[in-house]
Structures are given as structure tokens and as C-alpha cells.
């Protein structure tokens, strides 16, 4: 069974600009969460899809923003990018409540 | 409000020589606590999930034990592939995952 895919690998961005960063699930796999991960902070939880639905969010600003399709994939954008916003992102999917998330190998993001 | 302390922040082994690694949380109505393996660059490497005080889960030389308020994970003899970040995280009422900020494990030969 293939894993969770995420593109791209790795994105250079300027200030102001907005990035689009997708997703795609393990295969029957209906849930979909987003994490930030930063040397300072560690991985912290951005929000979780489930059936094209937000169903948690962290505590970020709306600046970031997510949705996800009929077949499970999702994307995350986010807008007005800040020198902050450098990280890695990084997607996990599971088949529901209480079960194991799995990650992808993440989308590097820097912010320049 | 959930929260995750792993100790100790780093931890250097000879290979062969056994070591715990500390998870602290505290969680209203815990669902699930995970352990995962981090290399660098690339993202976390499910492990182990255990879901009530007591319970224990074994792979190779990782054993990963709970009680109420932490979970350990130990290494037996280790080797320097083990060498990696070891997250903990916990799923309460939320059900948002929350993460410790990790244990930097370095295995020398």
C-alpha cells in the first residue's frame, strides 16, 4: 500500500506571497491532518479534515487555511506569508477516530 | 489544556548500552498515547500506540510502557541505525494529536 505523498518536497517563497501545499491520504484512508513542525516549536497541530470536513483546528491564524476533496486529498494554503511561516509541513492521514496517523515525508517551506 | 514533556532533550549512547526515554502528559480523558521515530528530514515513523495504564508494546529492541501520567520508551542495546528524534504524542477528548518536542537519540559505535 503506497503512503501518504505530499508535493511538493520543497518550495522557496518570498513575503507576502501564498502557497498551496497538497496531500495525498493512504488509500481508504479518510482523515487528513496538517502539522507545522519548526526547531522552536516542535510539531504542532494546524487542523484535521475528515469527509471534506473541518472537524479540529489548531491555534494559528487564518492566514492558513485547508480543505479537502471527495477522494480525500487535501491542501493547506496559506496566505501572506511571513519569515515565520518557514517550516516543515507535514501531512498525516488515518482511517478514523483513535487510529494511528501516518505521515508523509513533508513539504519543506522557506520563507525568504 | 493537553500537554507533552519528553526527557531528556538529548541523549547519547554507546552501542549496546540500554536507556529510557521519559514522556510526562497530562491529558483530560486520554485516547491513545503514540510513540514515533524522526529522521532527519523526513517525517515521523509510526511506532507504537498504547491506550491504557499498564499496557506494554514491543518491536526489535524498542519497548514502550504507561502509566497515568507517562510513558517510557526503552532501548535495548542499542545500535547506531536506532540513532533518530523519538516523539511522544497524546490523543485525549480533542482528539487532536499533541506532541512533545522530542528526545535527539545518538548511538555511537
Not at chain 1, 506569508?81 to 517550516?87: I, N, R, T, V
Not at chain 2, 502528559?25 to 491506550?51: H, I
Request: net charge positive; with cysteine.
Amino acid at each position: 500500500k503506497a503512503g501518504v505523498t505530499q508535493t511538493p518536497r520543497y518550495l522557496i517563497k518570498t513575503r507576502g506571497q501564498q502557497v498551496t501545499l497538497s496531500c495525498s491520504p493512504i488509500s481508504g484512508h479518510r482523515s487528513v491532518s496538517w502539522y507545522q513542525q519548526t526547531p522552536g516549536q516542535g510539531l504542532q497541530f494546524l487542523f484535521e479534515y475528515f469527509s471534506e470536513t473541518q472537524r479540529n483546528k489548531g491555534n494559528f491564524p487564518g492566514r492558513f487555511s485547508g480543505r479537502q476533496f471527495s477522494n480525500s486529498r487535501s491542501e493547506m494554503n496559506v496566505s501572506t506569508l511571513e519569515l515565520g511561516d518557514s517550516a516543515l509541513y507535514l501531512c498525516a492521514s488515518s482511517a478514523g477516530d483513535q487510529e494511528t496517523q501516518y505521515f508523509g515525508p513533508g513539504t519543506r517551506l522557506l520563507v525568504l | 489544556e493537553d500537554q507533552v514533556t519528553q526527557s531528556p532533550e538529548a541523549l547519547r549512547l554507546q552501542e549496546g548500552e540500554s536507556s529510557s526515554l521519559n514522556c510526562s502528559y497530562t491529558v483530560s480523558g486520554l485516547r491513545g498515547l503514540f510513540w514515533y521515530r524522526q529522521d532527519p528530514g523526513k517525517g515521523p515513523e509510526f511506532l507504537f500506540t498504547l491506550y491504557s495504564a499498564g499496557e506494554e508494546k514491543e518491536k526489535e529492541r524498542l519497548k514502550a510502557t504507561l502509566t497515568k501520567k507517562e510513558s517510557f520508551l526503552h532501548i535495548t542495546a542499542p545500535k547506531p541505525e536506532d540513532s533518530a528524534t523519538y516523539l511522544c504524542a497524546v490523543q485525549g477528548g480533542s482528539e487532536k494529536l499533541v506532541f512533545g518536542k522530542g528526545t535527539k537519540l545518538t548511538v555511537n559505535p
